[in-house]
């Protein structure tokens, strides 16, 4: 799929896809405690998404059976909901989901903690965020897409941290999914130039310990290979020729 570049008119429906679901992730993040399922998590999130008259981009996304990603832990991405997994005290928690409106894609992640957590998983997941920040600042008109993956890596590489690279960041738009893939490390090549009115979503994905992550047999769950903890920050932003917007923060 090619790359596009959007309108004066479908960035202001991105605009509006995007406010609409960090008002979402808002909600979703003051719902986090210990004692819930994560499936109650999917139900209250498909419930703000449809009052919001938006589809859950997620559900049955090639199959995935729920409308919010919610991994635990180890879990680093694509967690399916479910009525038997608590949060307990101490645990992290990652929410990835996106909704449709007027035919416009939004997508966003963040890691909460569960009550009382660690010091250094709070460090994990507050760095995860900063990568992020680090990322964006090449996220300009006339930059090249690997500068954002070279800054990711070069920032989260000091805490000895592992990123995840078989997951990537993404185009987004009337799909979900739209070229370009945005890898989190360090790439040889500068990539693609940046221009204006290109929406990516852009996630860290980053791992306390080594990068390397597997399937399990629900063939969507994707947990860390050493068992350590997995942090997610992602935003769908806008490229502008100037500071990038970006379009899921309120
Ligand atoms: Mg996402
Ligand atoms: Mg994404």
């Known amino acids: 799929m090619a790359v596009t570049i959007k309108s004066k008119r479908?960035?202001?429906l991105m605009r509006e896809s995007c406010r609409l679901l960090a008002k979402v992730h808002e909600e979703l993040g003051k719902a986090i405690e210990p004692g819930i399922s994560t499936l109650y998590i999917d139900q209250l999130g498909d419930k703000l998404i449809r009052g919001y008259g938006c589809i859950p981009n997620f559900l049955h996304y090639q199959g995935f059976p729920a409308s919010i990603c919610v991994s635990v832990n180890d879990e680093v991405v694509h967690g399916i909901p479910r009525k038997e997994r608590i949060l307990q005290e101490g645990d992290i928690v990652s929410l990835d989901c996106?909704?449709?409106?007027?035919?416009?894609h939004s997508d966003a992640a963040r890691t909460h903690g569960v009550g009382r957590i660690s010091p250094a998983a709070q460090k994990l997941i507050d760095e995860t965020r900063n990568s992020f920040f680090e990322?964006?600042?090449?996220?300009?008109?006339?930059?090249?897409l690997f500068e954002i993956s070279n800054a990711i890596d070069d920032y989260v590489s000091q805490f000895g941290y592992g990123i995840v690279e078989d997951l990537v960041g993404h185009g987004i738009g009337t799909s979900l999914h739209e070229d370009p893939q945005?890898?989190?490390?360090?790439?040889?090549?500068?990539?693609?130039?940046?221009?204006?009115?290109?929406?990516?979503?852009?996630?860290?994905?980053?791992?306390?310990?080594?990068?390397?992550?597997?399937w399990l047999d629900d063939?969507?769950?994707?947990?860390?290979?050493?068992?350590?903890?997995?942090?997610?920050?992602?935003?769908?932003?806008?490229?502008?020729?100037?500071?990038?917007?970006?379009?899921?923060?309120?």
């Open 10 to 12: 479908e960035i202001d």
């Open 98 to 104: 996106g909704l449709i409106y007027k035919g416009y």
């Open 135 to 144: 990322g964006i600042k090449y996220a300009k008109a006339g930059r090249h």
């Open 182 to 214: 945005i890898p989190n490390f360090r790439q040889k090549r500068r990539g693609m130039k940046l221009r204006a009115g290109m929406t990516l979503a852009i996630e860290p994905m980053i791992n306390m310990g080594r990068g390397d992550v597997e």
């Open 219 to 250: 063939d969507w769950t994707v947990v860390t290979e050493d068992g350590s903890i997995s942090a997610h920050y992602e935003n769908t932003i806008l490229v502008t020729d100037g500071e990038p917007e970006i379009l899921t923060l309120l």
